[in-house]
T-cell receptor, first 117, second 112 residues
């Protein structure tokens, strides 16, 4: 199946700093990528939908200035957590749909464990 | 209430069948999915079913969809220790630009 690569897999940062997470579709083109956040023992919460070449669509309650999303190409979307706070510590997962296959499966990255100290 | 609901835990004896249940609320759901998540890992798509299907079988996995009751189930035959994981039910809706909405996940544990 198609591969989505997420980097880094783990990151520790200090409060107040920013951290960037990359999501790449390795062998397909994705016009749409999704960013999820997973709290311990909880389900995945959709944060935003990243659209190539346009602004991301954020879910209700998600601060767009806090979680900056850039989808500059058909294979790369980035999530930047700005001015990180310990409450931002979480497991972030991206997913991507193949161009023209929006009705079927989405492929998920392996996730990024963010710890803010 | 939640759009997609699952029970949180299921314990099964090794070799028995596991049945994980899911209910959803939106009748415009187009695709329904089952994902598996092992500890500290991302999500692995196990199988999916289109909303006009009743059943889909893939080796040890059987998905049943009751669209009238908005009920989806995943049956794992001959459950093995490697099946221990969290299983997420998910849906996409025609009206939601292909967003995937997840249930809370069911933690499957296998006892000897």
């Amino acid at each position: 199946g198609a591969v989505v690569s997420q980097h880094p897999s783990r990151v520790i940062c200090k409060s107040g700093t920013s951290v960037k997470i990359e999501c790449r579709s390795l062998d397909f083109q994705a016009t749409t990528m999704f960013w999820y956040r997973q709290f311990p023992k909880k389900s995945l919460m959709l944060m935003a939908t990243s659209n190539e070449g346009s602004k991301a669509t954020y879910e209700q309650g998600v601060e767009k200035d806090k979680f900056l999303i850039n989808h500059a190409s058909l294979t790369l979307s980035t999530l930047t957590v700005t001015s990180a706070h310990p409450e931002d510590s979480s497991f972030y997962i991206c997913s991507a749909r193949e161009l023209g296959q929006e009705g079927t499966e989405a492929f998920f990255g392996q996730g990024t464990r963010l710890t803010v100290v | 209430g939640e759009d997609v609901e699952q029970s949180l835990f299921l314990s099964v004896r090794e070799g028995d069948s596991s049945v994980i249940n899911c209910t959803y609320t939106d009748s415009s759901s187009t695709y329904l999915y089952w994902y598996k998540q092992e500890p500290g890992a991302g999500l692995q798509l196990l199988t999916y079913i289109f909303s006009n299907m009743d059943m889909k079988q893939d080796q040890r996995l059987t998905v049943l969809l009751n669209k009238k009751d908005k009920h989806l189930s995943l049956r794992i035959a001959d459950t093995q220790t490697g099946d221990s994981a969290i299983y997420f039910c998910a849906e996409t809706r025609y009206s939601s630009a292909s967003k995937i909405i997840f249930g809370s996940g069911t933690r499957l544990s296998i006892r000897p």
